[in-house]
């Protein structure tokens, strides 16, 4: 199905719900219908065979393509402005698919140091195990990164907003820098959404998301998803048959489903995360708080240039330290303590015991240096109302500090 209608390109929602739908009129479905084989009638010889579009070869295996897969594929890469897309089990199968991909012994990648805390283990203790050198660069010091390019450098990683104190990269800086010296720019997305920002249409060449999150929308599925060049992603498409980190049919129909709703979801999290977070700015218990929508934010000036909306999750420092941080978020009735993000539910955690716990391959050195303090809270927050979520944190400060 093209991504034209006859008088123009279709809006952002008109693409969630419609890119990608595969039926059989046959049957009168209007939904694509979820194949449930792990293998296909092989060889093929039936006049009009649907083919695998990566392969251009007919359907014989799940874990290299399936047709549910397929349709959720092609809706992402759609949204995404990519040539092609893959579907995986989790964030982390696409992210350790794509660097294995690209990178092998003796070559250079420059890595973002603020990152998700398994991401950044990957980066630190895994890759050079096979031989990969690895240099970081903090998000205070991005300008820095030309100087860091070797011969042997492949590519450079990072996050459009990091996790956990959002800070915003300057995806077009880094864009022409990475087409300059002939390397890839991989940008993880998953806290800015397709609906926020398009990385590839500022200079990125691989888009990653942690599908998990905003892209399923409901905290019931696990996946991640990789968008790029057709090349690239074939490549890409290797090793993920190869390490085995395909989603089923049922996990790519469920993503599809919310990735319908993706758009309403996003722009009512982005209006909400924007008034919380200038509600908390005005608390006295609260010594910081991170969100690229305010003018306080470092990041403010490059947010306005590549973010269309400023996303749903906000950070706020707590006086006190962790333990009160801890009883604070105890104390939520509808913020729920759970270590993810991006659903309709408001989900709030401690980074320093989540996403950066020690058991990451963090250290508190390089927690201090990521400004990841005592006391960080992150709010992811859901879909319910705003009048509802500010009395809840008013009432959880109230129960904190009395």
Not at 115 to 135: C, H
């Amino acid at each position: 199905m093209s991504v034209l209608s006859k008088k123009k390109e279709w809006g952002f929602n008109t693409k969630a719900i419609h890119l990608g739908r595969t039926v059989d009129k046959r049957f009168g479905s209007i939904f694509t219908p979820i194949f449930m084989e792990d293998a296909f009638l092989n060889p093929n010889k039936t006049e009009g065979v649907v083919v695998d579009p990566l392969s251009n070869e007919e359907y014989i295996y799940t874990r290299y393509g399936n047709p549910t897969i397929t349709a959720c594929e092609k809706t992402i890469a759609g949204l995404e402005g990519g040539q092609a897309a893959l579907v995986f089990s989790s964030g982390m199968a696409a992210i350790s698919a794509t660097l294995y991909s690209l990178l092998k012994k003796g070559d250079h990648i420059i890595s973002l140091r603020d990152l998700y805390g398994q991401t950044y283990s990957l980066l630190k203790n895994e890759l050079p195990r096979f031989g990969v050198d690895v240099s970081f660069v903090s998000a205070n010091n991005i300008e820095s990164v030309p100087s860091l390019i070797k011969p042997n450098t492949k590519a450079i990683y990072v996050e459009s907003i990091t996790n956990p104190i959002l800070r915003v990269v300057d995806v077009e800086y880094l864009g022409r820098i990475a087409t300059q010296h002939s390397i890839k720019l991989i940008v993880d997305s998953t806290f800015a959404t397709p609906y926020n920002q398009n990385p590839l249409k500022l200079g990125a060449h691989i888009v990653i998301h942690s599908a998990t999150k905003y892209l399923n929308g409901y905290n019931d599925l696990m996946a991640g998803a990789v968008v790029s060049d057709r090349d690239t992603i074939l490549g890409i498409r290797d090793q993920r048959i190869k390490t085995g980190g395909s989603i089923d049919p049922i996990g790519a129909y469920l993503l599809m489903r919310g990735i319908k709703t993706l758009g309403l979801r996003v722009e009512r999290q982005n209006a909400t995360a924007t008034k919380l977070a200038a509600w908390l700015e005005e608390n006295p218990y609260v010594k910081r708080v991170y969100y690229p929508g305010l003018k306080s934010h470092p990041d403010h000036h490059i947010a306005k240039r590549v973010l269309r909306g400023y996303g749903g999750v906000v950070s706020f420092e707590i006086q006190g330290g962790d333990d009160v941080a801890n009883k604070f978020v105890d104390s939520l009735e509808l913020g729920i303590k759970a270590p993810s993000l991006g659903g309709v539910q408001t989900l709030v955690t401690v980074p320093r015991e989540t996403s950066h716990h020690p058991r990451t391959g963090v250290t508190e050195e390089e927690l201090h240096t990521l400004g990841i303090n005592p006391g960080l809270i992150r709010v992811a927050v859901g879909i319910e109302d705003l009048e509802d979520l500010i009395h809840d944190f008013d009432d959880a400060f109230k129960t904190t500090f009395r």
